[in-house]
Nanobody
Framework: QVQLVESGGGLVQAGGSLRLSCAAS????????MGWFRQAPGKERDFVAA????????YYADSVKGRFTISRDNAKNTVYLQMNSLKPEDTAVYYC???????????????????WGQGTQVTVSS
């Protein structure tokens, strides 16, 4: 059974930082692009960041470029999201995602992902 488990969310003041982790189990994702999405109350789930299998290529939503950094440790089957200079508009539930196949390319839309974590809440106070 494949599981993605996010951790690291919490309450932080504007300008602060958080580091999210997503630990995968049940299969290895070392040959797949993995991503992060977020969903604010009453809004759709949006793309945040993705990293190809080697971490050599990364992709970001315009709203987080320069502030967030995605990275991965394939030996640990884990992907991370370092979030700096947080803003109140970053408040959302953050989800880790992975495709159900080996995938080496750019994946920035929801349909490209099959496995999802349960999410971790990030709240940024002003």
């Amino acid at each position: 059974q494949v599981q993605l488990v996010e951790s690291g969310g919490g309450l932080v003041q504007a300008g602060g930082s958080l580091r999210l982790s997503c630990a995968a189990s049940g299969r290895t994702f070392s040959r797949s692009t993995m991503g992060w999405f977020r969903q604010a109350p009453g809004k759709e789930r949006d793309f945040v960041a993705a990293a190809t299998w080697s971490g050599g290529s990364t992709y970001y939503a315009d709203s987080v470029k320069g502030r967030f950094t995605i990275s991965r440790d394939n030996a640990k089957n884990t992907v991370y999201l370092q979030m700096n200079s947080l803003k109140p508009e970053d408040t959302a539930v953050y989800y880790c995602a992975a495709p159900n196949r080996n995938y080496y390319g750019r994946a920035v839309t929801l349909p490209e992902y099959d496995y999802w974590g349960q999410g971790t809440q990030v709240t940024v106070s002003s």
